[in-house]
C-alpha cells in the first residue's frame, strides 16, 4: 500500500500515518531508512508520532516509554509491555509503501 514519498520524511522525523481498517502507523525517518510500527503505545495508547526520535528509538509522549522502531520491542519501561506490531516499508524510487 502506498503511504508517500521518500522526501515527505526528513530524516530524524516522525510522521502518522492512517490507513482505512488498521491501527495508525507510525513511519520514521531513521538516517534515510524507513520504519514503520503502530502508532498507538500499549500502555495507554499514547501518540507515537507525537512522541521523540532519539536513533531509532521512540519515547512516547504520554509515560515515557521507549521503543524499537525497527522491529516493534520496547526498549524500556518500568513495565513489561508487549512488544507493537511492526511494519515492512519499501521504497521504490522516491516512492514509500508498506505492507500490512
Known amino acids: 500500500m502506498h503511504i ?3 522526501t515527505d520524511l ?15 502507523i507510525v513511519l ?5 531508512k524507513f520504519h514503520a510500527m503502530r502508532g ?9 508520532w507525537e512522541g521523540e526520535l ?10 515515557g516509554a521507549k521503543w524499537d522502531v525497527s522491529n516493534g520491542s520496547l526498549v524500556e519501561f518500568p513495565l513489561d ?3 507493537e506490531p511492526h511494519y515492512e516499508v519499501i521504497v521504490e524510487g522516491e516512492e514509500l509503501y508498506i505492507e500490512i
Open 28 to 32: 520514521a525517518n531513521v538516517g534515510g
Open 10 to 24: 526528513e530524516p530524524g522525523k516522525l510522521k502518522l500515518v492512517k490507513i482505512e481498517g488498521k491501527d495508525e
Open 54 to 63: 532519539e536513533g531509532k528509538v521512540i519515547t512516547c509522549p504520554w509515560h
Open 81 to 83: 509491555l508487549d512488544p
Open 40 to 48: 498507538h503505545c500499549n500502555h495507554e495508547g499514547g501518540p507515537l
Open 4 to 6: 508517500g514519498k521518500v
